[in-house]
């Protein structure tokens, strides 16, 4: 099981990026697929997730209404959109995928892709 992630990069505020992750090795629509973040000296943090068939998806309150998570699993791929980015989004962003629910925890998403920079400049 492989992840790989892609499409960071620096973005002035209010700027857009959209990652991309591509899945192998698995069945991806049997998986929820997630983004996290990771800002120096802080935890990793939930920022989306969708279910295998992309009916449900959840959002970080500090990202809702920005963002927007999808898939498609007849490529394998998921993707975060983002818009009106903030400094404070600022981070190594990952995406994994998860075998049960649509969980906001870290250790219940099993595989991890190899995490993206993003960095959003004032």
């Known amino acids: 099981v492989q992840l790989q992630a892609s499409g960071g990069g620096l973005v002035q505020a209010g700027g857009s990026l959209r990652l991309s992750c591509a899945a192998s090795?698995?069945?991806?629509?049997?998986?929820?697929m997630g983004w996290f973040r990771q800002a120096p000296g802080k935890e990793r943090e939930f920022v989306a997730g969708?279910?295998?068939?992309?009916?449900?998806?959840s959002y970080a309150e500090s990202v809702r209404g920005r963002f927007t998570i999808s898939r498609d699993n007849a490529k394998n791929t998921g993707d975060l959109q983002m818009n009106s980015l903030k400094p404070e989004d600022t981070a190594v962003y990952y995406c994994?995928?998860?075998?049960?629910?649509?969980?906001?925890?870290?250790?219940?998403?099993?595989?991890w892709g190899q995490g993206t920079q993003v960095t959003v400049s004032s």
């Open positions: 994994a995928t998860a075998a049960y629910g649509l969980p906001v925890v870290p250790t219940l998403y099993q595989y």
């Open positions: 090795g698995q069945t991806f629509s049997r998986y929820t």
């Open positions: 969708i279910s295998g068939t992309g009916g449900t998806t």
